[in-house]
């Protein structure tokens, strides 16, 4: 149904700054749920920022506030997450997300299997 392509992701130097985007084919976020996760080397999964698709609420982990912001531009159908400081310990596979069903009070939104369609993920290499 939904197909999620990241982009955006590189080498970058602590301290500096990438943007990533999450496209679709075929379909459009809008009214979706789309959410970022990430996952490093021997890491489990973890969850990093949505965007909510009703009345565009945004909540972060903890780890990332200040430093990252998820936005959505409805007419590219786009997500972006917009890093910024980025840190050594932020190497990691960067996946898109999203819940196609998005209605009324969420809680689960940190959980991998609230989501519906994942991208193929995209590589940030962070380096000292």
């Known amino acids: 149904q939904v197909q999620l392509v990241e982009s955006g992701g590189g080498l970058v130097e602590a301290g500096g700054s990438l943007r990533l985007s999450c496209a679709t084919s075929?379909?459009?976020?809008?009214?979706?749920?789309v959410g970022w996760f990430r996952q490093a080397p021997g890491k489990e999964r973890e969850f990093v920022a949505v965007?909510?698709?009703?009345?565009?609420?945004?909540y972060y982990a903890d780890s990332v506030k200040g430093r990252f912001t998820i936005s959505r531009d409805s007419a590219k159908n786009t997500v972006y997450l917009q890093m910024n400081s980025l840190k050594l310990e932020e190497t990691a596979n960067y996946y898109c997300?999203?819940?196609?069903?998005?209605?009324?009070?969420?809680?689960?939104?940190?959980?991998?299997?609230?989501?519906?369609?994942w991208g193929q993920g995209t590589q940030v290499t962070v380096s000292s």
């Open positions: 997300a999203a819940r196609t069903y998005a209605r009324g009070l969420w809680v689960g939104f940190r959980k991998e299997v609230e989501y519906d369609y």
């Open positions: 075929g379909r459009t976020f809008s009214g979706y749920d």
């Open positions: 965007n909510r698709g009703s009345g565009g609420t945004t």
